[in-house]
């Protein structure tokens, strides 16, 4: 199941089987699989999107912080009432009324530990297998019906726990109850489905293969545990995947979901005797099951370290060294969590210091994920260019020697506390995320572990963090993995099949399904609003008083399309030297300054614009505006920073070469983009070319032309006044002198190519093959067909391979790839429409021809009505699902003011598109699909 805010190359990546460097309460945040898949309306989502995750989402970044704030600890859990339903159903509640959206799940206690060789990834496998039809719902229905009501839903496996949930307006609440009681005792498990299902997961194992860390990992747990079912990856050994049959699968079901074995958790807009009643009414009535088996293998103790090598295609070196640690309910964890919160967050730590800025690896992380029996603790790094596995093992070594040795200096220990803090409060701004902390720890630990969580952290010193090193941290008990770049393919057996398997699911349309009114507009919390700052800056405020948080969203003109000729990069390195020192501080004391108080901020560029994306408690407000103002009124560009900066970049260069996603990427703007156009990118060649070229100074006079306030734009979302917003604002930015010397955005017109082209990219020892497909769009955000255009791509692919045209017939049909997705890019200027999916590479050709089928039909026969009403009515109810986190609003208030969309946007967003007919969708598709023109990029080991 795919998430709604990753980009096509991300997409395809399912999530890493360990957490590493990762506080208490972010690392969750990386355990589940994402969300079913929505490309975003507009330009600059990509970039920025990236930059909210980064800044906000509370995951794959290090651990944040924040100054004393004694009643963290319990916001997350404040509010919880706890019910047991007579058959064993466990619910817990929680009101949060400063959104119209609730977020529903239930958690089963069964993943991968309660398997055993024979049937690995049975877990998982089931949970796809649980969209695939009830004795209620016909296979691919499920989806349909919850998109039709704007959710965005998901499941989630992992090694202790599995989830389904769905996030959506709080008065179609019963529709998640509904659906959620219905599959957990009525599910088919169908045997032609399965069949078609078993190559998705298969397409899910082999887009896993392609990651080198994801390989290191798997080899690395697997010789780490010999006799514990922790060794198996979660999605299962390939061998029992393709071989569990449908019976074996249905009896898993049965012994492990039930209401006794499962945990409902509700968090939002609602009242709790109302959502009670539903839960009763819904499942009260469920029988129970016998009581699961219980996993009481133990490892035996490790007497000795361990080694292991893997040798597949990549660019770069990885080292992964991992320590037998206990369970996360052990008191030891507390410091553990610590620690790894204090050596390995964030730029200022100990082993970014040690390795990245001493040009020794290009990333480094460090922790263990909260599990239910002793697990890991990893320390996992990648090498720069030109350093080898054994230098990077004996650097890491060194630091882990030190940390056994050393004690914490207590300004660092208590930084890593605060940031602790800091993200339980970051927490309440998302119903979300509240539920996804209260359901994962109830089933491991019960839920109330998290009342006591920071006061035990609080209570550590030092000596605690440095006696837990010394103790586990042992050699004896260490499993050390190298992933060694290879040019040879892996040796395997025989080559697969093209895929043959075949369903027929319910189209879109074929069988009515009830669609729901139309919520009410969403309204803000209090009134936005804007003002302009004397320099021209564009100031847009939104106070929600509902958390202590604050999010930061601004842009300016300064993004690739501006490079200098010949001197391409150079508008990304400025803005990633932006935060890399000043002319008050260094890269490490810019960094530290705000890493000490949980806030962060991070500038980007993309095509058009620099992005800074920011978020801070909202006591920590002027601080955060203040770095905004130094960030970007007075960088250093220090030239030990941008050398280190530019090495880490060409290393990213390096890792493309052997990434399909990546390549394809790159080959299919190439194609669709004609020469000369300012856009259109260069050759890896031609960009490392131009990287090793650009100097300091060129960043530093790119800065000087095309920085300043002039067409700045800047959101704050959260627990600040509009009084102080300004006077914060005004004191940091506003006596920035505009600038004259600032260039326009050039022509960015985007013409429609006059053949079709395909292209073949080999890259040798690659389990998945990427797949672009595309053209020039034709479509502007400001295009009147823009809406029709919208729902077109919803329809083709937008809604992700759950319930769009080309996942019915590529994914769930045809069972040909794990994920595929459509996406109009359309902002201030037009770019191209284009198709991702990834599949093996023996169903490359298969997945084409379909795809293009597709494409025709669509083109010659149109879309039907319901499937316009079905679209509509996930696009419109989706919506405020937009306005549940503070960082949601800010990037929503953002495109408003970049995109002029009036202030009346947030009233008006459900008459665009409910007012938009099936005649003018399919005008649309004439105007904008051409597939007699289209661009196939094809790449991977392909036959």
């Known amino acids: 199941m795919k998430d709604g805010n990753q980009t096509m190359k991300d997409e395809k990546r399912r999530m890493k089987s360990h957490l590493s460097g990762f506080p208490l309460v972010s690392r969750l945040r990386f355990v589940f699989p994402p969300m079913p898949f929505t490309r975003p309306d507009f330009r600059h989502f990509r970039r920025i999107g990236a930059l909210l995750l980064a800044a906000f989402a509370l995951a794959m970044t290090a651990a944040r912080a924040q100054g004393p704030a004694a009643a963290a600890g319990p916001a997350i859990t404040a509010g919880v009432q706890e019910t047991v339903l007579p058959n064993g159903l466990r619910v817990l509640t929680k009101e949060v009324r400063h959104a119209p959206v609730v977020n529903f799940a239930v958690w089963y206690r069964v993943g991968s530990r309660n398997e055993h060789t024979g049937i690995t990834g049975c877990s998982h496998l089931l949970e796809h297998m649980l969209f695939k039809g009830t004795q209620r719902y016909r296979p691919g229905e499920i989806s349909r019906v919850l998109a039709a009501n704007g959710s965005t839903f998901n499941a989630g496996t992992y090694y202790d726990t599995t989830r389904y949930w769905e996030t959506l307006a709080s008065d179609r609440l019963e529709l998640a109850i509904q659906i959620e009681a219905d599959r957990m005792v009525n599910s088919r498990i169908d045997a032609a489905q399965l069949a ?19 390989l290191l990992n798997r080899a690395v747990a697997a010789a780490a545990f010999e006799s514990h079912p922790y060794q198996w990856p979660i999605i299962g050994w390939r061998a029992d995947v ?21 945990t409902v958790v509700m968090v939002g807009d609602f009242d709790t005797p109302q959502a009670l009643a539903l839960v009763r009414k819904h499942f009260g009535a469920l029988p129970r099951i016998p009581t699961p088996a219980a996993v009481y293998t133990q490892e ?16 770069l070196p990885m080292v992964e060294i991992a320590y037998r640690v206990p369970a996360g309910k052990h008191p030891d964890f507390y410091a553990l969590d610590l620690l790894a919160n204090a050596v390995g967050s964030g730029r200022s730590s100990r082993l970014y210091q040690a ?40 650097a890491l070594r060194t ?4 940390m056994r040795r050393d004690l914490v200096p207590e300004a660092t220990l208590q930084a890593a506390r605060n940031r602790m803090e800091a993200d339980f409060l970051f927490q309440t701004n998302s119903v979300s995320d509240q539920g996804e902390q209260i359901g994962y720890y109830d089933v491991l630990m019960g839920w109330r572990y998290l009342n006591t969580y920071l006061d035990r952290v609080r209570r550590l010193t030092s000596s605690d963090l440095q006696k837990v090193a010394a103790r586990y941290f042992v050699p004896d008990a260490s499993t050390v993995g190298h992933f060694v770049p290879s040019s040879q393919a892996a040796p395997g057996g025989p080559p697969p099949r093209e895929a043959s398997a075949r369903v027929e699911l319910a189209r879109r349309g074929e069988r009515p399904i009830p669609l729901p009114r139309p919520s009410p507009a969403p309204r803000t919390r209090q009134t936005v609003v804007r003002f302009r700052l004397a320099n021209g800056i564009r100031v847009v405020v939104q106070e929600n008083r509902a958390n202590p948080t604050l999010a930061l969203v601004a842009s300016l003109p300064a993004g690739a399309v501006l490079d200098p000729a010949g001197k391409e990069g150079t508008a990304a390195l400025t803005a990633e030297m932006l935060s890399r020192g000043s002319d008050k501080r260094t890269s490490r004391e810019f960094a530290a300054r705000l890493e000490a108080l ?9 095509e058009l614009a620099v992005q800074v994306a920011g978020r801070a408690l909202s006591r920590d407000a002027g601080t955060l505006v203040d770095a905004l103002g130094e960030l970007l009124r007075r960088p250093a560009f220090p030239a030990a920073d941008f050398s280190r900066l530019r090495g880490q970049t060409l290393a990213g260069l390096d890792e493309e070469k052997e990434d399909p996603s990546a390549l394809a990427g790159r080959a299919f703007s190439r194609t669709v983009y004609p020469e000369g156009h300012p856009l259109r990118p260069r050759t890896l060649d031609e960009e490392r070319a131009a990287i090793q070229g650009l100097t300091q100074e060129d960043l530093v006079r790119f800065y000087r032309e095309q920085y300043g306030p002039d067409q700045m734009i800047l959101v704050l979302v959260g627990d600040l006044s509009v009084a102080k917003a300004r006077m914060l604002v005004e004191q940091a930015l506003g006596d920035w002198a505009r600038n004259p010397r600032s260039r326009p955005l050039p022509k960015l017109d985007l013409p429609l190519q006059a053949q079709p082209r395909r292209e073949v990219i080999r890259v040798a020892d690659k389990s998945e093959a990427a797949l672009l497909w595309g053209h020039a769009g034709l479509l502007k955000r400001s295009d009147p067909d823009f809406y029709a255009t919208q729902i077109l791509n919803m329809i083709l692919g937008g809604g992700g391979a759950l319930n769009s045209r080309l996942g019915t017939v590529i994914r769930d049909e045809q069972g040909l790839a794990y994920d595929v997705s459509s996406f109009y890019d359309s902002g201030l200027y037009p770019g191209p429409f284009q198709i991702a999916l990834g599949t093996n590479p023996v169903n490359a050709g298969k997945a084409a021809r379909s795809l293009e089928a597709e494409l025709r039909g669509v083109q010659q026969k149109g879309v039907t009505q319901r499937e316009v009403e079905e679209a509509v009515a996930y696009l419109t109810g989706r919506f405020p699902l937009r306005l549940e986190t503070n960082s949601g609003l800010a990037f929503l208030l953002w495109q408003m003011e970049y995109y002029s969309l009036g202030a009346d946007y947030l009233d008006q967003y459900g008459r665009y598109y409910r007012s938009v007919t099936t005649a003018q969708v399919n005008a649309a598709a004439q105007k904008h699909l051409f597939p007699q023109k289209a661009t196939l990029i094809q790449a991977g080991t392909l036959p």
């Open 196 to 214: 078609s299902e078993m190559s998705v997961v298969r397409s899910e194992l082999e887009g896993g293969e392609n990651d080198p860390g994801e």
């Open 242 to 262: 393709e071989n569990v049959t449908r019976e074996e699968l249905y009896r898993y079901y049965r012994r492990y979901y039930g209401p006794n074995n499962a």
């Open 300 to 315: 035996p103790p490790q007497r000795g370290e361990r080694r292991v090598v893997v040798r597949r295609a990549g660019a």
């Open 355 to 394: 390795l990245v800025e001493k040009e020794l690896a290009t990333t480094v992380t460090a922790g263990a994920p909260t599990m239910h029996d002793p697990y890991l603790f990893f320390f996992t790094a990648t090498a720069r260019p030109g350093v080898s596995a054994e230098r990077l093992e004996a």
């Open 399 to 402: 630091e882990i020697e030190a």
């Open 598 to 606: 949980g806030a962060q901020l991070s500038a980007d560029a993309d």
